[in-house]
């Protein structure tokens, strides 16, 4: 290609991999890819982004109109955190955060010390229940045994994964999801300790262990890019 790719002045990406059979196309805030088969020549895949041009520019669209996670972290500020709802409250002296009930106790700072200070306390209070969910989720598929280790994880793109050695990682920012949609994730990643894949297969273990995973999916979906 002589010129740069591109739909309502975003890049399109394409990702080759020998294992696709089918072109797919997925469009992310600031962010075209096209995943494609080793084999299918350029020409083809333009045709087929170009087909979808209009329907790219309107994804696009509709992220650039919506909210990204603007927090406030200033007194008065609230936080959604583990289904809980904490209110932010600076206080002079303070040197750490703390949590006194549904109070988030802040040092006075900037929002730019704020915000990693809140993330770095975010990260290390929802380890545990992270763990105590994919604990229980692996339980109710019965993958307890091939459960390898729970982690935080702060990917970009990915809310959780599951490698060879059952090691599973959640986004620290699913704290600010809904319970269900974090519990989603949970149960998304455990039912990938049985089948490594996304299969029917796969999505019929997910379903037996939550029959609205659909919903929770859709939200992930449709806000993610705001928590
Ligand atoms: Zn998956």
Redesign the pocket.
């Known amino acids: 290609m002589t010129e740069p790719w591109a739909i309502s002045g975003v890049t399109v990406r394409v990702r080759r991999s020998p294992r696709r059979r089918t072109v797919g196309l997925q469009v992310r805030p600031g962010e075209i890819t096209l995943y494609a088969p080793a084999r299918v020549p350029l020409v083809t895949l333009r045709q087929i982004v170009d087909a979808r041009r209009e329907w790219i520019a309107h994804h696009l669209e509709q992220y650039a109109s919506r909210p990204v996670s603007t927090w406030n972290f200033g007194d008065g500020g609230t936080l959604p955190f583990l289904g809980e709802t904490l209110h932010l409250r600076t206080v002079p002296g303070l040197r750490f955060i703390r949590r006194e009930n549904s109070e988030l106790l802040l040092p006075p700072g900037t929002p730019e010390d704020t915000g990693p200070r809140v993330e770095r306390w975010t990260r290390r209070m929802c380890l545990p229940i992270y763990q105590q969910l994919v604990n229980g989720a692996a339980a109710r598929l019965n993958a307890i045994e091939k459960l390898g280790r729970v982690q935080i994880s702060t990917a970009q793109y990915r809310w ?1 994964s ?1 490698n060879a050695q059952g090691d599973i990682r959640l986004h620290w920012k699913l704290s600010r999801a809904p319970l269900e949609v974090l519990e989603y994730v949970a149960v ?2 455990a ?2 300790l049985l089948e490594f894949n ?1 299969s029917r297969r ?1 999505w019929a273990l997910v379903e037996r262990a939550l029959p609205d995973y659909r919903e929770q999916r859709d939200w992930l979906k449709e806000h993610g890019h705001t928590l």
């Open positions: 959780g599951c998304h990643e039912a990938h996304h796969y």
